[in-house]
C-alpha cells in the first residue's frame, strides 16, 4: 500500500531564503511520485514529476526535487523564496493498483513567506 | 486545450438536500477522479471513473456516489446532506495511464448549513 508523509504542516521562510519541503512515501513497488501546489481557493497544479529518468527533477516556478530511494524521499526546495511562492503544497505517490494510477496525497505543507 | 472545468464553482445547501457536482475532463481524458478537502482531514480520495466505469473507490458512505457519461465527463452525487460534508470538492482527469500526471479543476465549494 502507498503512503505519503509530509513533514511539518506549515514552513515559514524569508523572501530569499532556501525553501525546503520534506515528503516521505512508503510503496510496495517503485513508485511514481509527485508535487502539487495548490493557491487559496483552487485546483491542484502539478509542480514536478518523478518519472525514473533522473533522481533530480526540476520543475516549474524554479522547484526541484530530489528522489532518494534509499531514505524513501522526495524532499522539494528551491533556492530562493519569492513571496509568491506562499501556498499548500502537496506530495503524491502513485503505484498503481489493478490498472489504476490514483495518486495517494500527502496531509499538504503551508509555505509562509516573510517580506 | 481546455482545462478541467467544475461547475458550479460555489453551492449552499441545506442539511438533508441532495446536490450533484459536474466535472468536464481534458479532451481525451477517459479517467475522472473524485477528491473531498476540508481544513482536518485533508484530500480524500472518493472514487475513480475510467470509461464510464468506477475503477476505484475511496473509504466514503453510499450517500456519495458518481457517474460517467460516454463523453467522459462526470457527476458527483451526495445524497441526506450533513454538515460536515462542507467541503472543497475536486476533480481531476488524467489519461488513466501509468505515470500519467493528474489535472485538477478548480473545485466545487460546498456550505451545508
Not at chain 2, 13 to 42: A, D, E, F, M, N
Request: proline residues 4%; hydrophobic residues 30%; charged residues 15%.
Amino acid at each position: 500500500a502507498q503512503s505519503v508523509t509530509q513533514l511539518g504542516s506549515h514552513v515559514s521562510v524569508s523572501e530569499g531564503a532556501l525553501v525546503l519541503l520534506r515528503c516521505n512515501y512508503s510503496s510496495s513497488v517503485p513508485p511514481y511520485l509527485f508535487w502539487y501546489v495548490q493557491y487559496p481557493n483552487q485546483g491542484l497544479q502539478l509542480l514536478l514529476k518523478y518519472t525514473s529518468a533522473a533522481t533530480l527533477v526540476k520543475g516549474i516556478n524554479g522547484f526541484e526535487a530530489e528522489f532518494k530511494k534509499s531514505e524513501t524521499s522526495f524532499h522539494l526546495t528551491k533556492p530562493s523564496a519569492h513571496m509568491s511562492d506562499a501556498a499548500e503544497y502537496f506530495c503524491a505517490v502513485s503505484e498503481g493498483t489493478g490498472g489504476s494510477y490514483i495518486p495517494t496525497f500527502g496531509r499538504g505543507t503551508s509555505l509562509i513567506v516573510h517580506p | 486545450k481546455a482545462g478541467v472545468t467544475q461547475t458550479p464553482r460555489y453551492l449552499i445547501k441545506t442539511r438533508g438536500q441532495q446536490v450533484t457536482l459536474s466535472c468536464s475532463p481534458i479532451s481525451g481524458h477517459r479517467s475522472v477522479s473524485w477528491y473531498q478537502q476540508t481544513p482536518g482531514q485533508g484530500l480524500q480520495f472518493l472514487f475513480e471513473y475510467f470509461s464510464e466505469t468506477q475503477r476505484n473507490k475511496g473509504n466514503f458512505p453510499g450517500r456519495f456516489s458518481g457517474r460517467q457519461f460516454s463523453n467522459s465527463r462526470s457527476e458527483m452525487n451526495v445524497s441526506t446532506l450533513e454538515l460536515g460534508d462542507s467541503a472543497l470538492y475536486l476533480c481531476a482527469s488524467s489519461t488513466g495511464q501509468e505515470n500519467t500526471e493528474a489535472f485538477f479543476g478548480q473545485g466545487t465549494r460546498l456550505t451545508v448549513v
